[in-house]
């Protein structure tokens, strides 16, 4: 008998982001058109292992997911000297073609949820004619927030367990409880002061609604898909983003919240297919 290995690849790639040396860690499956996904907020890439595994998937995609620097398995480069970490629409935005050049992938197409949502947004904004198709799930140019940050760093308390405890109300009822129970364990490893980190981006720094209108979707197709029960960047909030950018296919799925390919991936697979059978005819 064999070992019996899922057909994940994990590695460490060395690469510059911003002119600073990083140690990435990349995750990977299956071979063809490259397919970059990017976690939520204050999560890592394991929240696309569901997608790593599809074979019907990895037959004609190469999947990447890769750990922001500061998550998961990728560190804070070697520079860090212990400041606050606060993640801004240049770091992010240079953070994914960094990654993208450094694996020399071709006009690749990025999929993004939550804060991943959002930044591919901006990518359409300003580096369309880099990718292939734009996916955003959970995404939008802008939401109020409805939460205290001050308490996601604090040290008389367990930032991981408030982390996975704001947002477990964003998983949709109904679904698989250990898909649930993964998904929330994500948040309770996270490093200190991440999360808060990443939410200064979706906060602050990454409010998008004056420049939506500049996408061009003739130059990269977009596509935004966002969960009926996900109410911090609603249904709504995504209908309303589109309206701004002519050509963009939108989509609600029904049964599921903000984390869709962690949370239930069966019911989230039921909309990404066709999605991805599109891409691969552009």
């Known amino acids: 008998m064999s070992p019996d290995f899922e057909p994940i690849l994990g590695r460490y790639l060395r690469c510059e982001i911003e002119g600073v040396p990083h140690r990435v860690y990349v995750e990977e499956a299956g071979r063809g058109i490259p397919l970059v996904c990017l976690h939520t907020a204050g999560s890592d890439g394991r929240q696309w292992r569901h997608l790593l595994n599809d074979e019907e998937v990895t037959r004609d995609f190469r999947v990447i997911a890769f750990d922001l620097p500061f998550h998961g398995k990728s560190n804070p480069p070697e520079t860090w000297r212990g400041e606050e970490y606060r993640l801004t629409t240049r770091s992010y ?61 604090r040290p008389d308390v367990h930032g991981g367990e408030v982390c996975a405890a704001l947002v477990s109300g964003l998983i949709a009822p109904g679904g698989p409880e250990a898909r649930r129970r993964e998904t929330l364990w994500h948040y309770m490893q996270g490093g200190p002061g991440v999360f808060k980190g990443d939410l200064y981006f979706y906060r602050v720094d990454g409010d998008l609604r004056p420049r939506t209108g500049e ?60 999605v991805l059978e599109k891409i691969k005819t552009v």
């Not at 197409?109 to 880099?130: F, K, T, W």
């Not at 995504?238 to 029904?254: F, H, L």
Request: glycine share 6%.
């Open 93 to 153: 935005t240079e953070a994914i073609r960094a990654v993208c050049r450094a694996l020399f992938l071709d006009r690749p197409v990025v999929m993004g949820c939550s804060i991943g949502g959002r930044i591919v947004l901006n990518l359409a904004i300003e580096h369309a004619r880099e990718f292939r198709a734009l996916i955003g799930l959970e995404a939008a140019d802008f939401q109020q927030p409805w939460y205290d940050t001050s308490w996601l760093h």
């Open 215 to 274: 996408i061009d979707t003739s130059a990269c197709p977009l596509f935004l898909l966002t969960g009926e029960y996900d109410f911090s960047c609603s249904p709504e909030d995504t209908i309303r983003t589109a309206k701004s950018i002519p050509g963009a296919d939108v989509q609600v799925m029904e049964r599921l919240g903000h984390f869709p390919m962690s949370e239930n991936p069966e019911q989230f697979r039921s909309y990404i297919m066709p």
